[in-house]
């Protein structure tokens, strides 16, 4: 069956310091792949996507490549800020389906 | 910009109560989706509805029932809580339910069941 594992949390980094969250997945055929973030108190948002293998995905100082031959799609960021403390989730969409399958989540705490 | 809007933000129920939680979304959206979260098991999905009069069921429908309304409103019934309904829900829509697409998600509801 198709699922997504991420790393558990927390994630403590001090400001400036770089990041981090694996993310492996099991899927047939050639899923979409997404990195939401959840602020405290809000919903999720799409924080970046990759729709095929090699490619990258960035926003925000974010990035994450979509690695067929590893089943992977690790989120990394350079220097993270203290207003980048949330939780991120990984998540892939199958082929001819409406579902969107998400990781347990990982909380990141940025401490100045 | 309202985008998707969800009610009540709080709830507490006694086990057995019901009640609905209620979504709409102001963006034309085709598809509307329930999603549970709970500690360490991410999102599940409960229903989506792909498009106006149609609805299925996601990982984890029992206890649950939806209505799409029209195109704006997509609603969750819990005709008898329980407390395993303990849980944070999220209403989320999409243009079209294709793959790439990325989900607007409402700011959830938090729901007890005593």
């Known amino acids: 069956g198709n699922s997504v594992t991420q790393m558990e949390g927390p994630v403590t980094l001090s400001e400036e310091a770089f990041l981090t969250i694996n993310c492996t997945y099991t899927?047939?055929?050639?899923?979409?792949l997404f990195w939401y973030v959840q602020y405290p108190g809000e919903g999720l948002q799409l924080l970046l996507k990759?729709?095929?293998?090699?490619d990258k995905g960035s926003n925000k100082g974010f990035e994450a490549t979509y690695r067929k031959e590893t089943t992977s799609f690790h989120l990394e960021k350079g220097s993270v800020q203290v207003s980048d403390s949330a939780v991120y989730f990984c998540?892939?969409?199958?082929?001819?389906?409406?579902?969107?399958?998400f990781g347990s989540g990982t909380r990141l705490l940025v401490r100045p | 910009n309202a985008g998707v809007t969800q009610t009540p933000k709080f709830q507490v129920l006694k086990t057995g109560q019901s009640m609905t939680l209620q979504c709409a979304q102001d963006?034309?959206?085709?598809?509307m989706y329930w999603y549970r979260q709970d500690p360490g098991m991410g999102l599940r999905l409960i229903y989506y509805?792909?498009?106006?009069?149609?609805?299925d069921k996601g990982e984890v429908p029992n206890g649950y029932n939806v209505s799409r309304l029209n195109k704006r409103e997509f609603s969750l019934r819990l005709e008898s809580a329980a407390p395993s309904q303990t849980s944070v829900y999220f209403c989320?829509?999409?243009?079209?339910?294709?793959?790439?697409?990325?989900?607007?998600f409402g700011s959830g509801t938090q729901l007890s069941v005593l």
């Open positions: 998540a892939l969409r199958p082929d001819s389906s409406y579902k969107l399958i």
């Open positions: 989320a829509s999409s243009e079209a339910g294709r793959k790439n697409e990325k989900l607007f």
């Open positions: 509805s792909a498009s106006e009069g149609t609805t």
């Open positions: 990759a729709t095929k293998a090699d």
């Open positions: 899927a047939t055929g050639y899923p979409s």
């Open positions: 963006m034309n959206h085709n598809s």
